[in-house]
């Protein structure tokens, strides 16, 4: 009987140290988890600084350049033609040729 109960603490012994090891590793794996979020949000939030620096330095270069165009020479130019900053061929007034040119094609093709 003796023999039985020796077995009995072994396996009692044996099963306590698988437990405390799960337990070891449990928290060993969470403490990589939170420190894996702790670098995810500081990067996170160095891209946030990035992005609000370049998106204002974007607005910032929108701005100089829309305030140059509408200071050149070039905008005066193209209101003079009617429709500011749209050459002719953009206007559509090139687009009646094509338009008459496909129809044409369209009805030869269509005619027996």
Known sequence: ????????????AKL???RRQREERKRTAMQVREQQQQQQTSVSEQL???NRVDSQDI????????GER??????????????PGIS?????VGRDRSISSATSIGTQIGSP
């Open 70 to 83: 509408a200071r050149s020479p070039t905008s005066q130019l193209s209101t003079a033609s009617g429709t």
């Open 88 to 92: 002719g061929e953009a206007s559509g």
């Open 48 to 50: 946030g600084n990035v």
């Open 1 to 12: 009987m003796d023999h039985r109960r020796e077995e009995l603490e072994k396996k009692r």
């Open 59 to 66: 607005n910032d270069l929108v701005n100089s350049l829309v």
């Open 16 to 18: 306590a140290e698988l």
